[in-house]
């Protein structure tokens, strides 16, 4: 295989998922398939990507650089969107997370493209989800996406209880954390099924309770009619300006709430 252009994309899944749509650009601007150098916690979001040529994993920041020249790579590029994004909003206070690829194509002299995340299930990861919606054979879903803070959530365990005390007896609940599920019959806590998977089930949800960018992003990437009719991020977003950018996009049904009062209003 001729190693033409290598990239490292090498933090967060959500990051990731948004870099799909630049390295789809720099695919079409150099007529090659394109490889990926990435750390495991977000190798699968390559996963199935027709102008991706390998996937190559690296255990921290900085080392697919190496790892990509090492291989033989003719031309090595930084996208890992945490490096860009703090280059891009030393200039402007109000960069926001999701331009980032679009101004890190800039640099590289590429022309605007579609900015949107990208996520391309598999076959089998389309049947399994056909199969769990069968399962639920109608019955009312949300999902929660964590019992615990993340970096960008204010949520604690009483916004968590407030949800599930909400919904508990009326709704399956599809449980996203890897620990902390409620012992009930209407409590699925997913833990057999890869991130990858879970996605494609968000689907089948009437509403997602997001405290952080990873499966909202995956969310973002799929078709509207196959997103969560509704969306509430419980987040701080004062850094990375998802809010009102994706309040400008309008890319899905998403309700942002800030603190306890609001949630509750929320879920009224």
Partial sequence: MERIV?????????????????????????????GVATQPTCADAFVNIPWISEIIEIPAFWHGMKKLNELGYQRTIQITQNDKFFQFKNHDHNHSLIDTPLWTGRELGLPNFDQHPIFIPTEEEIRISNEYGQTLNGQPTIAIESIAKSGQSWADHNAIKMIIDRYINTHKILWLSNQ?????PNVDNLLRYSRRQIIMFLQHCETFFSVGSGFLCGI?????????KHTVCLWVDDLYKYEYKLNDLQWANIIWVHNHEELSIALN
């Fill in 6 to 34: 290598g990239v490292e994309s090498s933090h967060g899944f959500g990051d990731a998922l948004f870099n799909l749509s630049l390295i789809k650009a720099l695919s079409e601007h150099f007529s090659c398939k394109i």
């Fill in 180 to 184: 902390g599920a409620p012992e009930h």
């Fill in 220 to 228: 973002l990437a799929l078709p509207p009619k196959e997103q969560p």
